[in-house]
């Protein structure tokens, strides 16, 4: 299986500011990895694919970036709405595998 | 836009069998642009692919639960199911519904369940 990677596991922030989550995979990737977004009773969202690609209605405040084995997730102007749990997940080879996490709080 | 719904019953004894049930509506699980499968999320802890089904009938499956699990589909009344036998109180979890397209794109809000005698 492929092990993913994600740090921090959690990060306080405030309001208004720019946050960065990176996903290392355990071996070449090339760009097939996810960004989904977690909030407690709400259904997952997935918010990128292909490493960058935003899915449709997605706020073009969110940024991903990558290839290979390193990743990132870049969240501007940070709103109330954003605090919420973000994992990484690879789509390269079953079984799809997921990061540990990010949780994103309100500092 | 696709909905997801998963159902079933809410609490398994250990060493019975898991049954859920997805309702899927604004797409065909016929389709053959995507998998469907189930993904899940014991309390506190990380993501699991449980594994997926393409509308072919080609399953594939976790390594980890593969001697446990069945995945199906009824494209008649466009749903997909879940099947985890022999469970134990480590198969307690949210287990979630989704569509694979490029990753995991469309997830249902999940449901729990409970392995207890």
């Known amino acids: 299986d492929i092990q993913m990677t994600q740090s921090p596991s959690s990060l306080s922030a405030s309001v208004g500011d720019r946050v960065t989550i990176t996903c290392r995979a355990s071996q070449d990737i090339s760009s097939y990895l996810a960004w989904i977004q977690m909030k407690p009773g709400k259904a997952p969202k997935s918010l990128i694919y292909s490493a960058s690609s935003l899915q449709t209605g997605v706020p073009s405040k969110f940024s991903g970036s990558g290839s290979g084995t390193e990743f990132t997730l870049t969240i501007n102007s940070l709103q109330p709405e954003d605090f919420a749990t973000y994992y990484c997940q690879q789509y390269n080879s079953y079984p799809l595998t997921f990061g540990g996490g990010t949780k994103v709080e309100i500092k | 836009q696709v909905q997801l719904q998963e159902s079933g019953p809410g609490l398994v004894k250990p060493s019975e069998t898991l049954s859920l049930t997805c309702t899927v509506s604004?797409?065909?699980?016929?389709?053959?642009?995507?998998?469907w499968g189930w993904i899940r999320q014991p309390a506190g802890e990380g993501l699991e692919w449980i594994g997926r089904?393409?509308?072919?009938?080609?399953?594939h499956y976790n390594p980890s639960l593969k001697s446990r699990v069945t995945i199906s589909a009824d494209k008649s009344k466009n749903k997909l199911s879940l099947q985890l036998i022999s469970v134990t109180a480590a198969d307690t979890a949210v287990y979630y519904c989704?569509?694979?397209?490029?990753?995991?794109?469309?997830w249902g809000q999940g449901t729990l369940v409970t392995v207890s005698s």
């Open positions: 989704t569509r694979e397209n490029h990753g995991s794109d469309s």
């Open positions: 604004g797409d065909s699980i016929s389709s053959s642009t995507y998998y």
């Open positions: 089904i393409y509308t072919n009938g080609i399953t």
